[in-house]
Protein backbone atom coordinates (compact mmCIF):
# COMPACT_ATOMS: atom_id res chain seq x y z
CA UNK A 1 0.00 0.00 0.00
CA UNK A 2 1.39 3.43 -1.01
CA UNK A 3 2.12 6.05 1.53
CA UNK A 4 0.52 9.19 1.49
CA UNK A 5 2.85 12.62 2.05
CA UNK A 6 1.39 14.58 4.93
CA UNK A 7 0.04 18.16 2.87
CA UNK A 8 2.25 20.55 5.51
CA UNK A 9 5.52 18.24 3.79
CA UNK A 10 3.98 18.08 0.23
CA UNK A 11 3.34 22.06 0.61
CA UNK A 12 7.21 22.69 2.37
CA UNK A 13 8.14 20.48 -0.56
CA UNK A 14 7.44 23.07 -3.54
CA UNK A 15 10.26 25.27 -4.76
CA UNK A 16 10.87 28.45 -3.39
CA UNK A 17 10.94 31.55 -6.07
CA UNK A 18 14.32 32.97 -6.74
CA UNK A 19 15.00 36.22 -4.78
CA UNK A 20 15.96 38.96 -7.30
CA UNK A 21 13.05 37.35 -9.66
CA UNK A 22 11.79 39.88 -12.43
CA UNK A 23 8.80 40.47 -10.41
CA UNK A 24 10.61 42.26 -7.66
CA UNK A 25 13.45 43.74 -10.16
CA UNK A 26 10.61 45.29 -11.88
CA UNK A 27 8.69 46.81 -8.89
CA UNK A 28 5.92 45.51 -9.69
CA UNK A 29 5.71 43.84 -6.25
CA UNK A 30 6.08 45.59 -3.28
CA UNK A 31 6.42 44.18 0.47
CA UNK A 32 3.88 45.35 3.43
CA UNK A 33 5.11 45.70 6.73
CA UNK A 34 3.94 42.31 7.63
CA UNK A 35 6.04 41.15 4.73
CA UNK A 36 2.79 40.03 2.51
CA UNK A 37 3.61 41.29 -1.19
CA UNK A 38 0.50 43.53 -3.21
CA UNK A 39 0.72 45.08 -6.43
CA UNK A 40 1.77 48.45 -6.98
CA UNK A 41 -0.82 51.17 -8.66
CA UNK A 42 0.40 52.28 -12.56
CA UNK A 43 -2.46 54.61 -12.71
CA UNK A 44 -2.02 56.33 -9.36
CA UNK A 45 1.95 56.63 -10.29
CA UNK A 46 0.92 58.12 -13.94
CA UNK A 47 -1.70 60.85 -12.34
CA UNK A 48 1.43 62.09 -10.09
CA UNK A 49 3.47 62.39 -12.82
CA UNK A 50 0.35 64.22 -14.75
CA UNK A 51 -0.85 66.18 -11.58
CA UNK A 52 1.93 69.25 -12.25
CA UNK A 53 1.20 69.89 -15.68
CA UNK A 54 -2.83 69.03 -15.54
CA UNK A 55 -2.74 71.57 -12.65
CA UNK A 56 -0.44 74.26 -14.63
CA UNK A 57 -2.91 74.11 -17.43
CA UNK A 58 -6.04 74.61 -15.54
CA UNK A 59 -4.22 77.84 -13.67
CA UNK A 60 -3.50 79.31 -16.82
CA UNK A 61 -7.13 79.19 -18.29
CA UNK A 62 -8.72 80.02 -15.10
CA UNK A 63 -6.18 83.16 -15.43
CA UNK A 64 -7.58 83.80 -19.34
CA UNK A 65 -10.79 83.89 -18.23
CA UNK A 66 -10.50 85.99 -15.10
CA UNK A 67 -8.95 88.24 -17.32
CA UNK A 68 -10.33 87.76 -20.75
CA UNK A 69 -11.69 91.50 -21.22
CA UNK A 70 -8.40 92.48 -21.32
CA UNK A 71 -7.31 90.75 -24.04
CA UNK A 72 -10.68 92.34 -26.12
CA UNK A 73 -10.96 95.77 -24.86
CA UNK A 74 -8.22 98.61 -25.21
CA UNK A 75 -9.60 101.45 -24.13
CA UNK A 76 -7.53 104.97 -24.04
CA UNK A 77 -8.29 105.95 -20.75
CA UNK A 78 -7.51 109.47 -20.83
CA UNK A 79 -10.35 112.08 -21.20
CA UNK A 80 -10.51 113.34 -25.01
CA UNK A 81 -9.85 116.70 -26.48
CA UNK A 82 -12.92 119.03 -26.87
CA UNK A 83 -14.76 118.86 -29.50
CA UNK A 84 -13.74 122.66 -30.62
CA UNK A 85 -10.07 121.35 -31.07
CA UNK A 86 -10.76 118.67 -33.49
CA UNK A 87 -13.02 120.45 -35.75
CA UNK A 88 -15.05 123.64 -35.61
CA UNK A 89 -18.77 121.74 -36.80
CA UNK A 90 -18.95 119.72 -33.57
CA UNK A 91 -21.55 119.61 -31.15
CA UNK A 92 -20.34 118.53 -27.49
CA UNK A 93 -22.98 115.88 -25.92
CA UNK A 94 -23.24 113.91 -22.96
CA UNK A 95 -25.50 111.28 -23.62
CA UNK A 96 -27.30 109.52 -20.31
CA UNK A 97 -27.59 105.90 -20.11
CA UNK A 98 -30.33 103.33 -18.44
CA UNK A 99 -27.64 102.16 -15.94
CA UNK A 100 -26.97 105.95 -15.25
CA UNK A 101 -23.98 106.24 -16.95
CA UNK A 102 -22.93 109.66 -19.08
CA UNK A 103 -20.89 109.39 -22.37
CA UNK A 104 -19.18 111.61 -23.94
CA UNK A 105 -19.79 112.27 -27.97
CA UNK A 106 -19.67 114.33 -30.90
CA UNK A 107 -22.74 115.24 -33.46
CA UNK A 108 -20.47 116.17 -36.38
CA UNK A 109 -22.43 118.31 -38.80
CA UNK A 110 -22.76 118.32 -42.14
CA UNK A 111 -21.11 120.66 -44.41
CA UNK A 112 -23.64 120.30 -46.77
CA UNK A 113 -26.65 122.49 -46.87
CA UNK A 114 -28.98 119.90 -46.14
CA UNK A 115 -28.33 116.85 -43.81
CA UNK A 116 -28.87 114.11 -45.96
CA UNK A 117 -29.00 111.58 -43.10
CA UNK A 118 -27.25 110.95 -39.65
CA UNK A 119 -24.62 107.99 -39.27
CA UNK A 120 -23.51 106.39 -36.22
CA UNK A 121 -19.74 105.23 -35.67
CA UNK A 122 -19.37 102.15 -33.68
CA UNK A 123 -15.98 102.30 -32.77
CA UNK A 124 -13.31 98.84 -32.49
CA UNK A 125 -12.05 97.98 -29.70
CA UNK A 126 -9.14 100.39 -29.48
CA UNK A 127 -8.66 104.32 -29.11
CA UNK A 128 -10.75 106.72 -28.67
CA UNK A 129 -13.55 108.91 -30.86
CA UNK A 130 -11.15 111.26 -31.83
CA UNK A 131 -9.25 108.65 -33.88
CA UNK A 132 -12.67 108.46 -36.24
CA UNK A 133 -12.34 112.27 -36.83
CA UNK A 134 -11.17 111.80 -40.63
CA UNK A 135 -13.59 109.39 -41.11
CA UNK A 136 -16.32 111.29 -39.38
CA UNK A 137 -15.09 115.01 -41.54
CA UNK A 138 -14.94 112.88 -44.86
CA UNK A 139 -18.85 111.85 -44.43
CA UNK A 140 -19.64 115.46 -43.29
CA UNK A 141 -18.11 116.83 -46.65
CA UNK A 142 -20.66 114.68 -48.73
CA UNK A 143 -24.10 115.98 -46.38
CA UNK A 144 -23.87 113.98 -44.20
CA UNK A 145 -24.21 114.28 -40.01
CA UNK A 146 -22.52 111.96 -38.10
CA UNK A 147 -22.04 110.39 -34.28
CA UNK A 148 -18.88 109.63 -32.47
CA UNK A 149 -19.26 108.42 -29.39
CA UNK A 150 -17.19 106.60 -27.13
CA UNK A 151 -18.03 103.36 -25.34
CA UNK A 152 -18.27 103.26 -21.31
CA UNK A 153 -14.27 102.98 -20.05
CA UNK A 154 -12.96 104.42 -23.33
CA UNK A 155 -12.45 108.08 -23.44
CA UNK A 156 -12.27 108.75 -20.37
CA UNK A 157 -15.84 107.47 -19.65
CA UNK A 158 -17.16 105.83 -16.09
CA UNK A 159 -17.81 102.32 -16.19
CA UNK A 160 -16.27 99.25 -17.68
CA UNK A 161 -16.29 97.54 -21.35
CA UNK A 162 -18.66 94.44 -21.70
CA UNK A 163 -20.81 93.53 -24.28
CA UNK A 164 -24.15 93.59 -22.34
CA UNK A 165 -22.32 97.47 -21.24
CA UNK A 166 -21.50 98.36 -24.77
CA UNK A 167 -25.33 97.14 -26.17
CA UNK A 168 -26.78 99.56 -23.35
CA UNK A 169 -24.29 102.32 -24.34
CA UNK A 170 -25.56 101.78 -28.07
CA UNK A 171 -29.28 101.94 -27.24
CA UNK A 172 -28.79 104.91 -25.27
CA UNK A 173 -27.02 107.11 -27.85
CA UNK A 174 -30.27 105.72 -30.09
CA UNK A 175 -32.31 106.90 -27.61
CA UNK A 176 -30.94 110.02 -27.42
CA UNK A 177 -30.33 110.90 -31.70
CA UNK A 178 -34.53 110.23 -31.77
CA UNK A 179 -35.97 111.39 -28.62
CA UNK A 180 -33.35 114.47 -27.53
CA UNK A 181 -31.77 115.20 -31.05
CA UNK A 182 -35.15 114.70 -33.60
CA UNK A 183 -33.32 112.66 -35.38
CA UNK A 184 -35.39 110.68 -38.36
CA UNK A 185 -34.87 106.93 -37.43
CA UNK A 186 -35.83 106.22 -40.83
CA UNK A 187 -32.93 108.05 -42.03
CA UNK A 188 -30.02 106.40 -39.15
CA UNK A 189 -27.10 104.87 -41.05
CA UNK A 190 -24.92 102.09 -38.45
CA UNK A 191 -21.44 102.44 -39.18
CA UNK A 192 -20.01 99.32 -37.51
CA UNK A 193 -15.67 99.04 -37.37
CA UNK A 194 -13.96 95.97 -35.58
CA UNK A 195 -15.73 95.04 -32.87
CA UNK A 196 -18.52 97.77 -33.21
CA UNK A 197 -19.95 95.99 -36.12
CA UNK A 198 -20.79 93.78 -33.18
CA UNK A 199 -22.38 96.24 -31.53
CA UNK A 200 -24.17 97.91 -35.02
CA UNK A 201 -25.69 94.32 -35.88
CA UNK A 202 -27.12 93.65 -32.15
CA UNK A 203 -28.58 97.31 -32.32
CA UNK A 204 -29.87 96.73 -35.83
CA UNK A 205 -31.31 93.29 -34.68
CA UNK A 206 -33.36 95.60 -32.17
CA UNK A 207 -34.09 98.84 -34.59
CA UNK A 208 -33.44 98.42 -37.89
CA UNK A 209 -31.35 101.43 -39.49
CA UNK A 210 -32.36 102.77 -42.70
CA UNK A 211 -28.76 101.16 -43.97
CA UNK A 212 -25.79 98.99 -42.15
CA UNK A 213 -22.36 99.30 -43.15
CA UNK A 214 -19.60 97.09 -41.44
CA UNK A 215 -15.98 97.75 -41.61
CA UNK A 216 -14.20 94.38 -41.17
CA UNK A 217 -17.19 92.33 -39.07
CA UNK A 218 -16.66 88.77 -38.16
CA UNK A 219 -19.14 85.86 -37.06
CA UNK A 220 -18.90 86.21 -33.87
CA UNK A 221 -16.08 86.34 -31.09
CA UNK A 222 -15.26 82.85 -30.81
CA UNK A 223 -15.27 82.13 -34.76
CA UNK A 224 -12.37 85.53 -34.31
CA UNK A 225 -11.10 83.75 -31.30
CA UNK A 226 -10.20 80.71 -32.71
CA UNK A 227 -8.44 82.38 -35.63
CA UNK A 228 -6.10 83.49 -33.20
CA UNK A 229 -5.85 80.99 -30.45
CA UNK A 230 -6.40 77.14 -31.89
CA UNK A 231 -4.87 75.82 -29.09
CA UNK A 232 -7.28 77.32 -26.80
CA UNK A 233 -11.63 76.39 -25.70
CA UNK A 234 -12.62 79.82 -26.34
CA UNK A 235 -16.40 78.43 -26.72
CA UNK A 236 -16.11 77.36 -23.30
CA UNK A 237 -13.80 80.10 -21.86
CA UNK A 238 -16.12 83.57 -23.38
CA UNK A 239 -18.23 85.57 -21.64
CA UNK A 240 -18.68 88.58 -24.55
CA UNK A 241 -19.50 86.70 -27.84
CA UNK A 242 -21.10 89.01 -29.98
CA UNK A 243 -23.12 86.31 -32.25
CA UNK A 244 -23.44 88.54 -35.25
CA UNK A 245 -24.18 85.71 -37.51
CA UNK A 246 -26.70 84.60 -35.41
CA UNK A 247 -28.41 87.98 -35.77
CA UNK A 248 -27.78 88.93 -39.07
CA UNK A 249 -30.11 86.90 -40.63
CA UNK A 250 -33.17 88.97 -39.00
CA UNK A 251 -32.16 92.48 -40.28
CA UNK A 252 -33.75 93.52 -43.33
CA UNK A 253 -31.61 96.98 -43.85
CA UNK A 254 -29.33 97.02 -46.62
CA UNK A 255 -25.94 96.02 -46.04
CA UNK A 256 -22.63 97.21 -47.05
CA UNK A 257 -19.36 95.06 -46.15
CA UNK A 258 -16.12 96.72 -46.37
CA UNK A 259 -13.29 93.90 -45.90
CA UNK A 260 -9.33 94.50 -46.50
CA UNK A 261 -8.09 91.47 -48.51
CA UNK A 262 -4.81 91.34 -45.89
CA UNK A 263 -6.35 92.21 -42.86
CA UNK A 264 -4.34 90.32 -40.23
CA UNK A 265 -6.49 90.96 -36.99
CA UNK A 266 -9.95 90.03 -38.99
CA UNK A 267 -9.10 87.89 -41.75
CA UNK A 268 -11.39 88.67 -45.09
CA UNK A 269 -12.85 85.35 -44.95
CA UNK A 270 -14.47 85.96 -41.66
CA UNK A 271 -16.27 88.70 -43.10
CA UNK A 272 -17.28 86.90 -46.33
CA UNK A 273 -18.92 84.02 -43.86
CA UNK A 274 -21.02 86.98 -41.97
CA UNK A 275 -21.97 88.43 -45.48
CA UNK A 276 -23.03 85.73 -46.96
CA UNK A 277 -25.41 84.99 -43.88
CA UNK A 278 -26.75 88.04 -44.40
CA UNK A 279 -30.25 88.23 -46.83
CA UNK A 280 -29.55 91.19 -48.63
CA UNK A 281 -30.17 93.65 -50.41
CA UNK A 282 -25.99 94.15 -49.91
CA UNK A 283 -23.00 94.60 -51.47
CA UNK A 284 -19.13 93.50 -50.89
CA UNK A 285 -16.13 95.55 -51.25
CA UNK A 286 -12.95 94.13 -50.67
CA UNK A 287 -9.89 96.51 -50.31
CA UNK A 288 -7.07 94.93 -52.43
CA UNK A 289 -3.51 95.05 -50.26
CA UNK A 290 -5.07 96.78 -46.93
CA UNK A 291 -4.61 95.46 -43.35
CA UNK A 292 -6.76 96.05 -40.42
CA UNK A 293 -4.76 99.47 -39.10
CA UNK A 294 -4.11 100.88 -42.72
CA UNK A 295 -5.54 104.33 -43.68
CA UNK A 296 -7.55 102.65 -46.42
CA UNK A 297 -9.33 101.24 -43.89
CA UNK A 298 -9.77 103.65 -41.30
CA UNK A 299 -10.79 106.61 -43.26
CA UNK A 300 -9.43 106.01 -47.49
CA UNK A 301 -10.60 107.43 -50.83
CA UNK A 302 -12.09 103.64 -51.19
CA UNK A 303 -13.32 103.40 -47.83
CA UNK A 304 -15.19 106.59 -48.28
CA UNK A 305 -16.38 106.34 -51.95
CA UNK A 306 -17.93 103.14 -51.60
CA UNK A 307 -19.47 104.07 -48.41
CA UNK A 308 -21.16 107.25 -49.98
CA UNK A 309 -21.93 105.36 -53.46
CA UNK A 310 -23.81 102.62 -51.68
CA UNK A 311 -25.93 105.49 -49.28
CA UNK A 312 -27.03 107.36 -52.71
CA UNK A 313 -28.18 103.88 -54.08
CA UNK A 314 -30.50 103.62 -51.04
CA UNK A 315 -31.64 107.28 -50.83
CA UNK A 316 -29.34 108.15 -48.41
Sequence with gaps: MSRRWPRERNKAAQPKPARGGPAERSGAVERSGNGKQRTARPVQEAIRLLALPLALALGFLLLVFLFQRRLVYFPSLAPVATGARVAAAVDELQIP????????????????????????????????????????????????????F????????????????????????????????GADPR????????????????????????????????????????????????????????DSIGRIGAIPSPLLVIAGERDGIVPAK?????????????????????DHNDWELLAGERLVGATVAFLAEHGL
Aim: aromatic letters at 8%; glycine letters at 10%; proline letters at 7%.
Design 97 to 148: TADGLSLGAWLVRSRAPTTTATVVVFNGNAGDRSLRMPLAEALSEEGYAVLL
Design 150 to 181: DYRGYGGNPGRPSERGLMRDAQAVRRYLVEER
Design 187 to 242: RLVYFGESLGTGVAIALAAEHSPAALVLRSPFPSLAALGRTHYPWLPVSLLLRDRF
Design 270 to 290: LSRRLYDAAPGPKRWVEIPGA
